[in-house]
């Protein structure tokens, strides 16, 4: 029935076929319903997430509807209470304590031996530093906040890439002149400050 071959193209595929207007609700259910009939059930992504490729393509977004999918699907699923309030990247400080709780998390999860804990974590930091990597580009960002975003990004990056090194890697990075000349010298607090997001 679909012609796409990737996962995002069919999402683009679903929603054109649909021939609406705006996105909400129905809709992201229907590209979903599509998704997993085509790639399975691990397949498909949050409502949000599919929202923002929409988006992206131009499509106007019934956001309220798209919320309260999001929060209703959040909420049935079974890792809700662990990723509650786990991500908060607005200052470094706050940033280093998300990656060092989802260490905690991933450490957990693979003493579990629980692989879809293991993909849902990795999944959500992997959309926040994508977020951080979008945000860069925002025409009405404030002046510095996109070096704050792009090492945050970077040290998302990191954490993904070796967990294991992390905790050392960021206090190498912290104290390195590189970061006190970019951070600490140029705007006083700029390391204390909570980036737009």
């Known amino acids: 029935m679909w012609n796409s071959r990737t996962k995002t193209d069919l999402i ?13 609700a129905r809709e992201i259910a229907a590209i979903e319903t599509a998704v997993e009939a085509h790639f399975g059930n691990s397949a498909v992504d949050s ?8 988006a992206d393509e131009g499509a106007e977004l019934r956001h309220s509807e798209i919320m309260e999918l999001h929060v209703a699907r959040f909420n049935d699923q079974p890792y809700a209470a662990e990723f509650r309030n786990i991500i908060d990247v607005s200052t470094f400080e706050k940033a280093e304590s998300t990656i060092k709780r989802s260490e905690n998390l991933r450490r957990k999860f693979a003493a579990e ?4 804990g293991l993909r849902l974590l990795r999944e959500l930091v992997i959309k926040t530093k ?7 580009g925002d025409r009405m ?8 975003r792009s090492e945050i990004a970077e040290w998302l990056t990191i954490w993904l890439q070796s967990p294991e090194i992390f905790e050392q890697w960021i206090q190498i990075r912290r104290r390195s002149s590189d970061f006190n000349e970019r ?15």
């Open 12 to 24: 683009i595929e679903v929603w054109e076929k649909l021939d609406c207007e705006s996105v909400g």
């Open 113 to 116: 031996n629980d692989r879809e």
């Open 141 to 148: 960002e404030i002046p510095g906040d996109s070096q704050i």
């Open 47 to 54: 409502p949000m997430t599919i929202a923002r490729l929409l």
């Open 130 to 136: 994508d977020d951080l990597t979008k945000a860069r």
């Open 183 to 197: 951070f600490e010298k140029t705007d006083g607090e700029a390391t204390k400050e909570e980036i737009a997001f």
